[in-house]
């Protein structure tokens, strides 16, 4: 199964009732295998194939509004067109459940850029490895967004061409396991006859006095999803037999290990077959796979600081004039440390560039030798 | 008159909308600016290209190219927007109709291939009723596309626009001459362009231009113009059309469709056949 | 053991979806896999490669295959060409679409080499040369595995009705008739160019197009510019003596010409492949 089917058949399971999206390579496929479900009666929402990605966008934020569970879903320059809408429907706590297939700005190949540029609309963002991680993330989605202490978009951010286009074997639960797991979405309604004229339904805007409260309130949110992303992953485990690390963060072979490498989506995959690889060699040197980019998991990393002794962050991305995303993050979450470890910046995989087990190997030895303290570049493209 | 697309392109064989491309430039001529928004094929020519090819943003593009040669003296360069019928009856609707209204200098030719290519024969708002796209499958239940053919011509007649015309690329001095003749006028010109493509349209690459005919032939696309959204002219006028099956048998995105759908499609066909003859005999656009 | 493949075809012939057959087929034989395809905007023509890897154990990493143990050619002009086999393993397996037996080919290596005529197969089972279904049956004999039933299945999986019969035939006569696989007749690789069959935008030569192409019967032409103008691609010139003439760089091979001729002066003719 490829990771565009993946994202589909977990759109299906979760009984999605409202669905738009406007076909882009290389998220596409999603919408003709939705396209084909509607088509043979297998999906009874409603799918709206609209005139362009703003109106996705706003399309599945009126519907959630309205009370219904929704998908939406683009790449690259889509993503980027419908910038506007997202804000509003996060400030509105919208449950909306997004797929975004990366496709680099300047090419057809991926990076992380096309989400990563809607950082400060304040959605929620997962990344995903492979496409397991793709169909389990989708499920989970819905019930973080839904979940009363978070009622908040969620994005899920997996490789084009790398996971979208490629197949391979996708456990898919029953639907009855997922009916069970995931109740239907409780919405307030919007109907006139349940209007409450003295509240305005509901209102998360601004609020009192205070013009920034908005902001605080939306952030508060973010934040306080932290645990609970943690505790839908934990029980998503206990139900289907698979999670993912804590839910924000995953080690992996951190046992004794003095360093780690910190990747996203899929370039953790090849990473762990770099790992193996060193580890056989005999260096002390693990993986931590960063899920949740957003909100950030700053008390894990402070964790990882204290047992590691270098950190290098591989960034699918570049913030134009400042750097890695994830860099930044780590460094900022390590700051009132007292002892801190070393933090490398790696640049890989942009424009879809391949990155290759070797390639990761390099970094991996180039991380120990500054635990080992010993002078090394800070920054590098790989 | 020169060709001045660059070819060989990458469109596959028999690609209509390539066909389009090479007889719409050859009529434009050398002193042309072009633009184009993501589609297929990305005929490329050799005249400048205007622009960075931001798929909703066609009208707009067109309409800053053409103001920065109007600010500098320049008028007597085309200002062309190469577009697929998703870039002008979809994403980039608003901003053409804006372009329209404000009567810009500009021509917005579309070849209409009548799905969004490119990304593997998704549905359009072009893409004709029961027609079978990767968005509008025939499926158990809902068997292709449920909803009919935008008419953007007349869409872009109401906004009485100097030039509105359709065109195939079965009838090439038809699609020259129309160009010919826009050249000679100042404000916003459309040209639709039906490009069948073999692909999508599910038929043998050789048969793109019998297609194209066909589709003129049983009213299906009828071949006219209308200058100011009001004078009216028919350029094709068979003395009897074609019954439509001549047009739907060959291609297979219209397998699935019934015998009763097509009695229906042929209903409407010479319905609407028979209100442009009216037009045209008055010389006014009848709405 | 990890086995790496790669699948070289243009798109039409469907490279990608043989990869997904191979996989999912290997998947049915009890093996963990991944079909990795390398392409651009979906069209006719473009280049396509795809990989596909095969473990024991579930696939990770996600690099493309660099040093493939078996490559597998849709292509028959592809076919001839040594470029195929660049980086191939020691030893590895080269299966190519031809028309001629492994004696004759000339793509050279320390590499075995087997052929089957794809093409034909899909004319004769499909009607059409999408030779992917019509080489994976060759790929089943030569490489021995995936078993024939698995692929099967995962052909029905993939399509179903006529379509699945007419590509179950086409795998079962490639099993019939894929040659031996022997060790590649020549042992030097010969000069590797880098092969332009298709991509975005102007393309030097579209040749290696043409399943057929147009041969005017100059004593049956009028003249009367039908194919000059019809052609897509400006591939038909007029001369001084008021006379089309093919320019084959430019000739993609689709027939618009030769369905346009009002006096049948063109016929379409299926072009011969040189081996050398
Ligand atoms: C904002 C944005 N959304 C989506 C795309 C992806 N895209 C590129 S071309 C295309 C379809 C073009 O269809 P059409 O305009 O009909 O031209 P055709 O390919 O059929 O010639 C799409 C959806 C894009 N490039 N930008
Ligand atoms: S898909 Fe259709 S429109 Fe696009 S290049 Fe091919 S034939 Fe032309
Ligand atoms: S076969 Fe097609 S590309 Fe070749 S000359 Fe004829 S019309 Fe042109
Ligand atoms: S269409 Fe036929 S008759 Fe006419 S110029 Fe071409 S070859 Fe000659
Ligand atoms: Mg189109």
């Not at chain 1, 490789?159 to 009916?179: C, F, H, I, N, R």
């Not at chain 2, 697929?84 to 329209?100: C, E, N, P, R």
């Not at chain 2, 003395?239 to 759908?261: G, S």
């Amino acid at each position: 199964m490829t990771g565009n089917k993946a994202a589909a058949t977990a759109v299906k399971l979760a009984r999605v009732e409202v669905l738009s999206a406007f076909p882009v390579t290389p998220q596409t496929t999603i919408t003709q295998y939705l396209s084909e479900f509607a088509a043979n009666g297998e999906i009874k929402g409603e799918f709206v194939n609209a005139e362009g990605e703003l109106s996705t966008q706003v399309i599945v934020q009126a519907a959630s509004r309205a009370g219904a569970r929704t998908f939406v879903c683009t790449s690259g320059p889509g993503q980027l067109y419908m910038h506007h809408p997202m804000h509003s429907t996060s400030s509105s706590r919208l449950p909306v459940v997004m797929a975004t297939v990366h496709r680099g700005n300047k090419s057809m190949q991926p990076d992380h850029t096309d989400l990563m540029s809607q950082t400060w609309t304040g959605w929620i963002q997962l990344y995903c490895e492979n496409n397991q991680e793709i169909l389990d993330t989708h499920l989970m989605a819905y019930k973080i967004a839904e979940d009363k202490r978070v009622r908040l978009p969620v994005a899920i951010g997996y490789d084009g061409y790398v996971l979208s286009y490629t197949a391979e074997p996708v456990e898919v639960p029953s639907q009855k396991s997922v009916d069970d797991w995931l109740p239907p979405y409780e919405y307030q309604s919007i109907l006139p006859k349940d209007y409450d004229p003295a509240t305005g339904g509901r209102g998360f805007g601004g609020g009192g006095r205070d013009p920034q409260q908005g902001w605080i309130t939306h952030h508060e949110a973010l934040l306080n999803a932290l645990p609970v992303i943690k505790e839908i992953n934990e029980d998503f485990g206990k139900v289907f037999g698979r999670k993912y690390g804590n839910g924000l963060t995953e080690t992996y072979k951190t046992e004794g290990a003095e360093a780690v490498m910190v990747a996203m989506g899929s370039l953790a995959g090849t990473a762990r077959a770099a790992i193996d690889n060193l580890q056989a060699d005999g260096k002390p040197i693990g993986l931590i796979k960063l899920k949740c980019y957003q909100p950030f998991a700053v008390e894990d990393f402070k964790e990882y600081g204290k047992k590691f002794k270098a950190i290098g962050m591989i960034d699918r991305n570049v913030c134009l004039g400042h750097g890695g995303a994830g860099y930044r993050l780590i460094r900022n979450s390590l700051y009132d440390m007292d002892e801190r470890p070393k933090v490398l910046q790696f640049h890989a995989g942009l424009a879809g560039k391949e990155v290759r087990v070797g390639d990761f190997e390099r970094v991996g030895e180039k991380i120990l030798k500054a635990a080992k303290g010993d002078k090394v570049s800070q920054v590098e493209w790989v | 008159m020169d060709e001045l697309t660059i070819t060989p392109g990458s469109a596959c064989q028999g690609c209509g909308a390539a066909l389009a491309a090479r007889l719409a430039f050859k009529a434009l001529g050398p002193n042309t600016i072009r633009h184009g928004v993501p589609c297929c094929p990305d005929s490329a020519t050799m005249t400048p290209r205007g622009g960075g090819g931001v798929f909703e943003g066609g009208g707009a593009a067109l309409t800053g190219t053409w103001r920065a040669l109007k600010a500098k003296g320049i008028t007597d360069v085309q200002v062309v927007g190469f577009f697929g019928d998703g870039g002008t009856y979809d994403i980039g609707l608003q901003g053409i109709s804006a372009a329209a209204e404000r009567n810009e200098n500009i021509w917005v030719i579309t070849k209409d291939n009548e799905a969004y290519m490119n990304t593997g024969n998704q549905r359009s708002s072009s893409t004709p009723l029961y027609a079978m796209t990767s968005t509008t499958p025939v499926g158990s239940v809902i068997k292709g596309k449920q909803t009919g053919k935008k008419n953007i011509p007349m869409i872009f007649a109401a906004h009485h626009v100097p030039f509105v015309a359709t065109a195939s690329v079965g009838y090439p001095e038809d699609l020259i001459a129309k160009i010919e003749y826009g050249k000679t006028l100042t404000g916003f010109k459309m040209l639709i362009i039906q490009s069948p493509c073999p692909v999508g349209w599910r038929y043998d690459p050789a048969k793109t231009i019998e297609v194209a005919r066909s589709a003129v032939q049983t009213g299906i696309w009828p071949l006219y113009e209308i200058t100011d959204g009001e004078k009216f002219k028919l350029t094709y006028k068979p003395r009897e059309l074609k019954p439509v099956t001549e047009y739907y048998k060959p291609q297979a995105r219209f397998r699935h469709v019934t015998d009763e759908q097509l009695a229906g499609i042929q209903e409407d066909t010479t319905k609407n056949w028979e209100k442009l003859l009216k037009s045209d005999e008055l010389g006014q656009l009848l709405i | 053991m990890v086995v790496g493949i790669r699948i070289h075809g243009r798109g039409g012939q469907g490279a990608v979806t043989a990869s997904r057959l191979l996989a999912t087929a290997a998947y049915y034989d009890g093996k963990f896999s991944q079909a990795i395809p390398m392409y651009g905007t979906e069209r006719r023509g473009a280049p396509v490669t795809a990989y596909v890897r095969v473990d024991d154990v579930r696939v990770r990493e996600r690099e493309l295959v660099h040093t493939p143990e078996i490559v597998m050619v849709l292509d028959p002009l592809l076919s001839t060409r040594q470029t195929m086999a660049d980086d191939m393993a020691e030893g590895g397996l080269l299966l190519l679409n031809a028309a001629y037996p492994p004696e004759e080919v000339k793509t050279g290596g320390n590499i075995r080499v087997a052929t089957v005529n794809a093409t034909n197969i899909a004319l004769e089972t499909l009607r059409r040369p999408i030779t992917n279904t019509a080489i994976l049956g060759a790929f089943a004999k030569a490489v021995g595995w995936p078993k024939l039933e698995s692929i099967e299945k995962a052909i029905r999986k993939q399509f179903s009705g006529r379509i699945a019969d007419m590509n179950v035939e086409a795998i079962k006569r490639s099993y019939d008739e894929c040659s031996e696989v022997i060790p590649a007749p020549v042992k030097i690789a010969g000069e590797s160019e880098a092969i332009a069959v298709g991509g975005y935008g102007v393309l030097k030569d579209v040749s290696s197009w043409r399943v057929f192409q147009p041969v005017i019967d100059m004593d049956k032409c009028t003249g009367c510019k039908n194919c000059w103008i019809y052609c897509p691609e400006t591939a038909i010139k007029w001369t001084d003596e008021n006379k089309p003439e093919i320019e084959w760089r430019k000739c993609k091979g689709c027939g618009i010409c030769v369905n346009e001729c009002p006096v049948g002066a063109i016929e379409f003719k299926r072009v011969e492949i040189k081996n050398e």
